[in-house]
């Protein structure tokens, strides 16, 4: 039986209001997540060509990613800078690091970069821009030897079977003083609890695992050695496209709009308040 990364509980109950995804909550903490949980190797199946060009990307994977490089290059910018009020500039890991475009932009701004990406097609992507990145699942991965002055998962946690661990073995190498930074989606925000089961952030049972609140990725960050620094809703640099895409899951006529090549090239900063980012630095720093 599945039990609850932050407690350790497995005396679970059924989550309603949301078909076909398997889901349960921790009586003791409220955190939400799939059971049973898929297997690592059956995991690893899921994140290959057809995750990043799907369409059926209101359901899993993206759409079409590589066609959102500019934008995400923007958000990556613009999360960097606010990082570095916090971090010093040096070694940065990037845990999920997909098609690398994070990475690249952080190496274009001084940082020196190192990826883990458990999807060999997204790793091949990255290799190919001259990125330093490990293909592996960093849930059943040993972890170089290195120490690193930030490390970031972005939309990463919540797709991990084991993120307790996970996030045990990044403390461990957190430089003094370092920080880690995550984005993950919150169950408990207000466009989720508008919307209910018909929210954005449900996605398919061996995608999203793990449904995590304000609340309860702060304690999973403390059970795990972290003291969260910052918490905040972060947005994202988006195509008209893509946001149409998202859209649609709300409103079904807006997946009719049809406005050519310019929903592809017009973008824009979006926030939709459901997605927490948190600032973490090792408790042992005070």
Avoid at 142 to 161: F, Q, R, S
Avoid at 204 to 210: I, M, R, V
Wanted: contains cysteine; aromatic residues 10%.
């Amino acid at each position: 039986m599945d039990t609850c990364c932050i407690c350790g509980k497995s005396g679970v109950i059924p989550y309603k209001g949301v078909d076909n995804l398997k889901l349960v909550k921790c009586p003791a903490c409220s955190l939400i997540f799939v059971s049973p949980m898929p297997e690592p190797a059956a995991l690893k199946e899921i994140y290959e060509a057809d995750y990043y060009n799907n369409k059926n990307s209101l359901e899993i994977g993206y759409d079409d990613y590589s066609k959102e490089e500019a934008n995400i290059r923007k958000t990556a910018l613009k999360r960097l800078r606010y990082i570095e009020r916090y971090a010093k500039k040096g070694k940065l890991l990037d845990v999920g690091c997909a098609f690398g475009f994070f990475m690249d932009t952080a190496r274009r701004n001084g940082w020196d970069t190192s990826g883990i990406e458990i999807s060999h097609v997204a790793s091949e992507h990255a290799l190919k821009l001259g990125l330093n990145v490990t293909e592996g699942n960093i849930d059943i991965m040993e972890l170089p030897d290195e120490k690193y002055d930030l490390i970031t998962l972005w939309d990463v946690v919540e797709h991990l079977i084991k993120p307790k661990e996970v996030l045990i073995k990044l403390c461990q190498r957190l430089d003094k003083g370092g920080i880690l930074v995550l984005t993950t989606l919150d169950i408990d925000s207000f466009p989720a609890r508008l919307t209910d089961g018909k929210w954005i952030g449900f996605k398919s049972p061996q995608e999203h695992l793990w449904y995590f609140s304000r609340t309860t990725i702060s304690k999973l960050l403390v059970e795990s050695g972290f003291r969260v620094k910052k918490a905040f809703y972060a947005g994202k640099h988006v195509s008209l496209s893509m946001f149409i895409d998202r859209l649609s899951r709300y409103l079904p006529f807006a997946g009719r709009l049809n406005l050519g090549g310019m929903s592809r090239k017009f973008s824009f900063y979006a926030n939709p308040l459901d997605i927490s980012c948190v600032l973490a630095g090792k408790e042992e720093d005070g």
